[in-house]
Structure formats: structure tokens, C-alpha cells
């Protein structure tokens, strides 16, 4: 449903229990659908843990139901006849919000495209049934939380294992054999994967390492750094539980060989979680991880304006082993620095780094307009972030 109806889709959870329905939730919710969830059901199990996945827009009484669903898409209706109009008056409201957003998050959304950032508020605004972007913006100002959800709504992101499944055999045939060439059995092949989401691109990317290399002490170690600023869907790409509907994407062979079922869901085996190391990190505001062999970026740069885009690619240059690759979104592309890359296979976006040019010097962080003020530590968050910062920085400095 949430693929074929996209944003006029709705989610409920009623009574009962498990976690199957959060699953289903997180589709609706990446394709900009409407979930809700029954306030004192009977069996609350499934409602909590859907709560607590952040995927849930409104918790309220079974009764109620029917109106909020009449209000919110007869209000999507309305703003989809006045579309124009209301986007301008949106986007008289965005940099106030975005500094509403940068003070509470520390996350800078102003270099991001308009176009995304305006259609996630507008969902915001439906969900809370807010007509004027003025009183959105005061109602954002007067209750933090609503910051927070309008945060999380930014990050969902559409993903799956094997996402464009011709550029990842293009990535098997001509990236993965070249990595392993002349590597040791005491190195390491190290591969960067900013904006993973909840992980599949980095699983995926550990499934083809793993088919490639050589058997027993003969191979070299495999190491992917995978990063997001979206804890959430660090959390879940940390546990490698995936839905039945996987199987879609990913060959019987390779369910069978990297993962196990449990309870209704594929885990990842812990042979593949073990060189999948899952970090908050922010592209635009943390230095590079450094002596890849592979980055692959794949539909984050989409969602940045030209400026963005433009400082980005060098940094990737920068953090790459000479003649490493980029792996890229099928619409994404490196074509004004042709002097720092050259291309592999245009159709799947693979570019190698150019050799012998001049050494990069990284730019100054955050990238994004120097108006970035400093992140706000929320309780809870502390001891967490503090371990990932270490592992980084121990990872970073004494892996081969
Ligand atoms: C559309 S998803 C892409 C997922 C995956 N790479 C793929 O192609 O299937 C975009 C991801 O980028 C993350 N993101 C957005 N801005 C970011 C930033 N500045 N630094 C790191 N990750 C970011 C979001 O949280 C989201 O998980």
C-alpha cells in the first residue's frame, strides 16, 4: 500500500501485540503517508512499540479516528489545489524555522533543497491540522517536541537492500575483485557509507565484500563505517532486524547465507553485523573518515542544494586511498570535478579517484552557512554519543 499510494496512504494501529506493525509503519512513513495509533487499546504492545520507533503522528481513541482521517486529507486536498500560494507562504516561514531546528537538533538544514524541506513541514502542518505557516511556526517555538517530529520527518528516507540492483552488479563486477587485489591478509579494506539509514546499503555492501573474499586467514580484514544523523535508524541498522518483505530484494542464496529468521523477521548474521561498525555522523559538520578504498553516498547529496553539493564531492576525494571509488545515486553526479574523478560506469554512478592530483585541503566545518549553533545535549543522549565519538576516534587511529 505504502509503495503503491505513497503520501494518501494511512497506517493504524489498534490493539494487540508484537512489532509487526512498526515495520509497515516506517514504509508508510518513508513514502510521506499518515500514521496513527489507539490510545488505551486493549493489548497496547504493538501501539508502544510503534510509539517508541518515532513512526507514530498521532496516538488517539479509536473513536476519534475517523475525523482526524476526513481532517488530514480533505487539508492535504485544500494545499494541494493552493499549492503555489502556499508555498510561497511556507517558504516565507523556512529560515526561522530552520534556526528552530539548528538550535534544538544542532543539524543546519539551510543549504537543503527548498523543495524536500517544504513538503515534510506541509505534512507536519496536515498532521497537526495547522492552516497558516505563521501559527506553524509559533506552535514549532512554543513546544520543542514538535521541533523533534518535525526533525525525524526530515531524515526518513526511502531505502532497501541491493537499491538499484544494476548499479550494485556493476559495483560486484568492477569495484569489489579490485579491492582485494595485492591486499594482505594484515590489512584492512576499508569502506565509508555516509547516510545508511537503517542499513541495508551497508549490509549489502558487507554481502558482496564477503562473497568476494578469499576463504579463511587469507583474506584481508573488512571494515564498513556506516553513519547518519538520524539516531533512530542507527538504532535499528545496529539490531539487523529486517521485515519478511526483504526476501524482494535480496537473493534466496543470500538470505540463507547472511541471515537468520526470527520471530516473523530476517536478522543479520552476526558475521556481517561484526564489520558493520554503525556511528551518528554528521556530513556536514564532522571530518571525513579517512584511507577508504570505497565511499558510497548513494541519495544524500539529492537532497542538497548545488552550494552543498559543490564542497562535498572534494571532501570525498580527500578521504579516499588513492584510486578508491565513489558509489553514488542514480541521480547524483561528480561532472564539475572531472579533474578529482574519473568515471568507472556512468550509468551506475561509480567514479574512481584521480591520482596525482594536488592533495585536497578539507574545508572548514560545518559546512553549510558558519551559522550553526552548537547542538543542544539532550538528557539520555550523552553516554551514548560519547561511545560512538570513541569507537570513532579508536577505530579511526589504530585499525590498519
Ligand atoms: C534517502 S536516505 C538514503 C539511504 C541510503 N543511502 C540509500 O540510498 O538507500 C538519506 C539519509 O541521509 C541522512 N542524512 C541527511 N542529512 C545528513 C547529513 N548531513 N549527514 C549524514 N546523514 C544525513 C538521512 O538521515 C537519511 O537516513
Known sequence: LAHDQA?????????????????????????????????????DGMMRSAVQSGMIDMVLPAEEMAAKLV????????????????????????????????????????????????????????????????????????????????????????????????????VERFVIPKLFEGRKSDETIRVWVPGCATGEE???????????????????????????????????????????????????????????????????????REICLFSAHNLLRDPPFSRLDLIACRNLLIYMGPELQEKIVPIFHYALRNNGYLFLGSSENVTRHGRLFSTVDKASRIFQKRSGVAMQRLPEFPLAAARQAPPIVRRGTTATSLREVAERVLVERYSP
Open 7 to 43: 503520501e494518501n496512504t494511512a497506517g493504524i494501529i489498534l490493539s494487540g501485540t508484537g512489532s509487526d506493525g512498526t515495520i509497515g509503519l516506517r514504509a508508510i512513513k518513508e513514502r510521506g503517508g499518515l500514521t496513527l495509533a489507539q490510545e488505551s487499546a486493549e493489548y
Open 71 to 170: 481532517g488530514y486529507f480533505s487539508q492535504a486536498k485544500r494545499m494541494e489545489s493552493e499549492r503555489d500560494r502556499r508555498k510561497r507562504e511556507v517558504a516565507e516561514q523556512l529560515s526561522r524555522i530552520a534556526a528552530l531546528l539548528r538550535v534544538r537538533t544542532g543539524h543546519d538544514f539551510s543549504g537543503y533543497k527548498d523543495n524536500t524541506i517544504l513538503r515534510r513541514i506541509q505534512r507536519r502542518m496536515q498532521v497537526l491540522q495547522i492552516d497558516d505557516p505563521t501559527a506553524f511556526y509559533e506552535r514549532l517555538r512554543d513546544e520543542p517536541q514538535q521541533v523533534d517530529l518535525l526533525f525525524q520527518d526530515l531524515l526518513i528516507g526511502v531505502t532497501s537492500f541491493f537499491r538499484d540492483p544494476h548499479a550494485f552488479e556493476a
Open 202 to 272: 551497508a549490509y549489502s555492501i558487507a554481502m558482496l565484500l564477503k562473497e568476494s573474499a578469499p576463504r579463511g586467514a587469507a583474506s584481508p580484514n573488512l571494515q564498513i563505517f556506516a553513519t547518519d544523523i538520524d539516531e533512530r535508524a542507527l538504532e535499528v541498522a545496529r539490531a539487523g532486524r529486517y521485515p519478511a518483505t526483504i526476501a524482494t530484494d535480496v537473493t534466496p542464496k543470500r538470505l540463507k547465507e547472511f541471515f537468520s529468521r526470527e520471530d516473523g523477521t530476517y536478522r543479520v548474521s552476526a558475521d556481517l
